[in-house]
């Protein structure tokens, strides 16, 4: 085989190699969340990650955000079979919560965390124990996250939140979530809530001076 003869043969492993690479950047640049809408702007270092196809990233670290409030609606209050029998403890990532103090709105991209967190098996009737500061409930195991996200444009169908369900069960948790169907959680949210959010709760944090 002449060198002409080689670089014809070797001439579309080449181009095959390019494209690939193309696809690769392609990959890279448009997929796996890096590129967020351009209506995130500044707030695309610490809001949301979206995955090519459209579902939020569990976030990184979330343990290190602002600790709001821990809802806890336990079983021996709700005859013996309350939805959520754990703690809700919710987290708002710090630069929301900066923005929140400032403005007295959540801003575009405002991650609420819920984790639930199971209660420490009890020893009386209403689940509750004995512990040294005294007879009541306690955390043990995580046991779920759900979140809601606020974007105008993404969920304008639901008030500007979405809202993602990432497992109710022991860690580890799904690593991304579709938004959830709008009767499954942003309906009770639209029916229930302060614009969205039941912010009552956690406003003695969000709102301390
Ligand atoms: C039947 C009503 C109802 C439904 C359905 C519901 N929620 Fe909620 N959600 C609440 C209430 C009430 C709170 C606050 C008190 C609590 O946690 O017990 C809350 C709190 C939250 C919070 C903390 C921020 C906030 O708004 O207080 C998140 C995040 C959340 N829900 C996500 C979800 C997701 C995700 C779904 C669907 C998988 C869902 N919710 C379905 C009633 C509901």
Redesign the pocket.
């Known amino acids: 085989m002449n060198l002409n003869e080689q670089s014809k043969l070797a001439k579309p492993t080449f181009n095959t190699r390019r494209g690939l690479m193309a696809v690769l950047v392609a990959a890279t640049v448009f997929g796996g969340g890096v590129i967020r809408d351009a209506h995130a702007g500044s707030m695309s270092s610490w809001g949301p990650k979206w995955t090519g196809n459209g579902e939020l990233e569990l976030p990184a670290g979330y343990h290190t955000w602002v600790f709001l409030g821990s ?1 806890l ?1 336990p079983h021996a209050l709700n005859d013996g079979k309350a939805g ?1 029998p754990e703690y ?1 403890n ?1 987290y708002i990532h710090p630069e929301a919560f900066k923005l929140y103090r400032k403005t007295g709105q959540f801003p575009e991209g405002t991650i ?3 984790e639930l967190q199971l209660t420490m098996p009890g020893t009386h009737d209403d689940g509750s124990r004995v512990e040294a500061s005294g007879r009541g409930y306690f955390p043990a195991a995580r046991n779920g996250i ?3 996200v606020k974007d105008g444009k993404r969920f304008k169908e639901t008030n500007g939140w979405g ?3 990432f497992g109710h069960h022991a860690p580890p948790y799904a690593k991304t979530a579709a938004a ?1 169907p709008k009767d ?2 942003a ?3 639209i029916a ?2 302060d614009n ?3 912010t009552k ?1 956690y406003s003695p944090i969000l709102n301390a001076k």
């Open positions: 809802p609606t959520f809700h919710v609420l965390l819920k759900d979140i809601a809202f993602f369900n959830a499954a959680c309906g009770c949210h229930n809530a969205m959010v039941f709760f």
